[in-house]
């Protein structure tokens, strides 16, 4: 059974930066897409950026410059570099993972992915 677990979330002030990690279990080697999301309090899930088997990514446009994502394949991880946050960027991150759809298809919220249960980024201003 794959299991995506995340981690990384916290509490830090506007301007600050956070790491999150997402692992891949009950899978030898990550071959699909994979990508990041948020949900804040009240408002939907959105796409925060997506990467492909290979590399390419993709990236919500209002996140683009803060955020950079990537992976490692050998060691099933998804990492999010996030700088510069702010106040608006406090939400719940998921990861996902979609072993059938594209990178872009995922990041336009039409793939079928599996979740992780999600780790707290709260930036406080």
């Known amino acids: 059974q794959v299991q995506l677990v995340e981690s990384g979330g916290g509490s830090v002030q506007s301007g600050g930066a956070l790491r999150l990690a997402c692992v891949v279990s009950?899978?030898?080697?990550?071959?699909?897409?994979m990508g990041w999301f948020r949900q804040a309090p009240g408002k939907e899930r959105e796409a925060v950026a997506t990467?492909?088997?290979?590399?390419?990514?993709y990236y919500a446009d209002s996140l683009k410059g803060r955020f950079t994502i990537s992976r490692d394949n050998l060691r099933n991880t998804l990492n999010l570099q996030m700088n510069d946050l702010k106040p608006e960027d406090t939400a719940m991150y998921f990861c996902?993972?979609?072993?059938?759809?594209?990178?872009?298809?995922?990041?336009?919220?039409?793939?079928?992915?599996?979740w992780g249960q999600g780790t707290q980024v709260t930036v406080s201003s």
């Open positions: 996902a993972y979609d072993s059938s759809s594209s990178a872009l298809t995922l990041l336009h919220g039409l793939g079928k992915p599996l």
């Open positions: 009950g899978i030898t080697y990550i071959r699909g897409s």
């Open positions: 990467i492909a088997r290979y590399g390419t990514t």
